[in-house]
Nanobody, 128 residues
């Protein structure tokens, strides 16, 4: 799966950004999708995941109520709407695909083990 993120940038605290991730894959609905982030000096962390049909979404506590994950299967695209951004949200954001996800792995933000199913990332910087 080839994944390409876009939409990152520099924004002031309290602002919004919408990230997009386009998948180059024959059958997009074979995959659950997720957004993850990595800040400088920190490990990569789970942000949000979405089931193959979009019916189920899960969020890290740190972004719940501020971020919204969605997908458009006709466009093979997953989105991350980020509102009320905080400086702590500064990170490189990655999207990932998982053909073997379960509700439990999506809820925990685990799985997504195939290195071939990750994008290159997009930088999000939130200034205070």
């Amino acid at each position: 799966v080839q994944l390409a993120e876009s939409g990152g940038g520099l924004v002031q605290a309290g602002g919004s950004l919408r990230l997009s991730c386009v998948a180059s894959v024959r059958i997009f609905t074979n995959y659950a999708m997720g957004w993850f982030r990595q800040a400088p000096g920190k490990e990569r962390e789970f942000v949000a995941t979405i089931s193959w049909n979009g019916d189920n979404t899960y969020y890290a506590d740190s972004v719940k109520g501020r971020f919204t994950i969605s997908r458009d299967n006709a466009k093979s695209t997953v989105y991350l709407q980020m509102d009320n951004l905080k400086p702590d949200d500064t990170a490189v954001y990655y999207c990932a695909a998982d053909a073997w996800a379960t509700s439990e792995t999506l809820k925990r933000g685990t799985g997504f083990d195939s290195v071939d199913n990750w994008g290159q990332g997009t930088q999000v910087t939130v200034s205070s």
